[in-house]
């Protein structure tokens, strides 16, 4: 067909959901997160994060610019690529979430504390909390490292704290 005729990716699900061919999409969509989390040992909420949400949609765009004859392995970058470029969006992602915090007032910090069970790890987490402008509860994780301290004493808490948020 021509490019003119040839129907779009967007066309298969149809706003009100009334097209035929979406639920069928949509359950080989579920299908394929379902061993996705199975045989990648992957948390079923990783399907429900932004991350994941982002990479379907650049997924989606790329079927819908290249069609279905591209092999996907030649899209997908090597685990090195991603080794290489991960300090890059983190510091990036650090930047805005400290320009976010800087007019803050009011916020809270919670911190978390747990064991492994099978290695006896100890580990840390610390998250932000607070209220925004329309009146909704935004949480940041900040940090979910190894707790290293001999105890969880007040003096050991603000030093884990403080060494997360320099």
Known sequence: TTPSRQRTISSYCTQSSSSK??????????????EYCAVDVRS??????????????????????????????ELLPHPSTISRNVEHVYLNLKKQLISLCVPLECFCITCDFWTAKITGIHYGGISLHYIDEQSQLRVFTLSCQAYDFETQHAINLRSFVNKVLQ
């Open 44 to 73: 079923f909420e990783s399907v429900a994060g932004t991350g994941f949400q982002n990479l379907a949609k650049q997924l989606i765009y790329a079927g819908a610019t290249l069609g279905t004859s591209i092999n996907v392995s």
């Open 21 to 34: 061919e979406c639920p069928l999409i949509q359950k080989r969509i579920t299908e394929a997160c379902v």
